[in-house]
């Protein structure tokens, strides 16, 4: 039988400091396009209600450079309803993917994932889901910009067809 082997005191392996990782330098596209955006704006247009019906909406929207520009942030507040619509909307560009990163959080809770690979023929498409305690849903963004107005519309895939849900002019 062996004699049971006492532990024997192992000091630590010192550790040398890591190097500090080079900062990932923020896209020049994001105060582009920010610059472009940038500015309050007034909005009219309809939401539609999924019966056939729609209702008029109005709403403010200011969009702004932020976090050392790289994000662009836009807040968005409906006027009129009985519980103002509100939601932020962050995007930002990955210069390696060449591809628009879009986050929008709502006050409702809901929120929604987006991307885009930028302008086409004028006209921005963001493509993702939206998620809220009703579950998840396929969605898409459109936008024009010119000059100072912003045209934007949104669909929404229920029942595996596309179905318009607002529609809105906003002008700086």
């Known amino acids: ?11 630590p392996v010192p550790q040398r400091p ?16 920010g ?10 247009g309809n939401r539609q209600l999924g019966n056939g019906a729609s209702t008029p909406l109005q709403a403010s929207l200011v969009v702004k450079l932020d976090l050392d520009n790289a994000w662009i942030v836009g807040a968005w507040t409906e006027k009129g309803t009985e519980k103002t619509g509100k939601f932020v909307d962050y995007r930002t560009f990955d210069d390696v993917a060449k591809q628009w990163t879009r986050v929008q959080l709502v006050s409702d809770a809901s929120h929604s994932v987006l991307t885009s690979t930028g302008e086409k023929a004028g006209e921005w498409v963001w493509e993702g889901v939206a998620s809220s ?3 998840t849903v396929t969605v898409r963004h459109h936008e024009t910009l010119k000059g100072k107005e912003l045209k934007i ?19 700086r």
């Open 153 to 171: 519309w949104g669909e929404a895939q229920l029942g595996g067809t596309w179905q318009k849900s607002y529609e809105a002019t906003c002008k």
């Open 35 to 44: 610059k472009l955006l940038a500015g309050t704006y007034a909005c009219k």
């Open 133 to 135: 305690a009703r579950g």
């Open 1 to 11: 039988m062996q004699e049971p082997v006492e532990p024997q005191f192992v000091p």
């Open 18 to 33: 890591l190097p500090h990782p080079t900062p990932v330098p923020v896209s020049a596209e994001i105060a582009t396009q």
